[in-house]
């Protein structure tokens, strides 16, 4: 009886789910399969934007969400290294006091002590994509090139391939197949660099899957290989319910809990 009971739970959890990216903050209440119970909000982030405004602009964002559909989780996905809750990299915002800023806790205390976890936005998109087979692996073409590894359907430790060198002249995936890139190269370009990205990944990474990402995505204009596919741009957000399910993050280093294998995460 006790087992039918927290499924049930499980089943009617509403899950504040947070995309931020580089050029939009996205927001909608999902519920713990993903599936959004709220329409998707979306602002533009600021810029430049500092650790405060972020907070500020996201509790703006979602304020109109929780008085509709009150959540009891919160999901965050970033864009830079995130630890235990804890951003350590944020290279889209042009300004200092990133380092070690703790956004998730302070986001929730902000909105009344929600229970919150926060991880890398490719990762969260990755958790709505993938199959949970083999070695899958996630790239995000919006205002850089966001990445994730998954094993068997759990989240590997983050790389930053993003800032990983991928031509002679030293210029790194961010540079060369970011927004900024796109614009300043043209579409027909970025695709040929887009191509030659994939062909680079699968000699590095010989994933089983490619799951392609983010708001570019949709501008691709070549066949994509069998083994390769696109995803909606909402699974920023429909990835934050698998934050909440303990095998998804267990190996990841990102929440201590979870490393402890005690079966306690909430």
């Not at 399969?33 to 600021?46: D, I, S, W």
Request: some cysteine; proline content about 5%.
């Amino acid at each position: 009886m006790a087992a039918s009971k927290d499924k049930a739970a499980t089943r009617n959890e509403r899950i504040l789910a947070i995309d931020v990216g580089g050029t939009g903050l996205k927001a909608a209440i999902i519920d713990a399969n993903g599936q959004m119970q709220t329409e998707r909000l979306r602002v533009a982030t600021p810029h430049p934007c500092t650790p405060q405004q972020l907070v500020d602009a996201l509790a703006k964002l979602v304020e109109p969400l929780i008085a509709k559909a009150p959540a009891q989780l919160m999901s965050i996905g970033f864009p830079g290294v995130v630890r235990n809750n804890r951003i350590l990299t944020a290279p889209h915002f042009g300004v200092e006091g990133w380092r070690d800023f703790a956004l998730a806790d302070l986001l929730a205390q902000k909105l009344g002590g929600l229970p919150a976890r926060m991880i890398n936005d490719a990762e969260m998109q990755g958790f709505a994509a993938i199959e949970g087979k083999g070695i899958e692996f996630v790239l995000t073409l919006g205002t850089g090139a966001g990445t994730a590894l998954f094993r068997d359907g759990e989240l590997m430790p983050h790389l930053e391939l993003a800032h990983h060198p991928v031509s002679k002249k030293g210029v790194a995936y961010d540079e060369y197949i970011g927004d900024a890139a796109r614009e300043k190269a043209g579409n027909k370009r970025w695709n040929k660099r887009v191509h030659k990205v994939i062909g680079i990944l699968e000699s590095l990474v010989n994933y089983d899957k490619l799951w392609i990402g983010g708001g570019n995505a949709a501008r691709l204009t070549f066949d994509l290989p069998a083994n390769v596919a696109t995803v909606s741009n909402d699974a920023g957000i429909e990835g934050g319910a698998r934050l909440w399910h303990p095998r998804s993050v267990r190996e990841t280093r990102q929440l201590p809990e979870a490393n402890a294998r005690t079966g306690k995460f909430k």
